[in-house]
């Protein structure tokens, strides 16, 4: 399956549950998704944005796990 097919996926599944969006931040998927922004180009990467927009509007927490990825140095340049 290719990679942003995976992320799909998650994203999809993230939909769905908190718990599962507080065990992917817990396991260290943001970074993990963040590198994968960070590395790709074009619409390859939209899967993985998406997936972070996703994990932030669950929770407070959850948006300030993303925050501190790094996330905003790479929106801002």
Known sequence: MEVGSSYIV????LC??????????NAG???AMV??????HSNVRLPGVMMLGYVAAHSEN?????IISKVGGFALS
């Open 10 to 13: 998650v994203m999809t599944l």
């Open 29 to 31: 998927g943001v970074a």
């Open 62 to 66: 959850l948006a300030m796990a993303v």
């Open 35 to 40: 590198d994968y922004v960070s590395e790709t």
């Open 16 to 25: 769905v549950c908190l718990q599962l969006a507080q065990l992917i931040v």
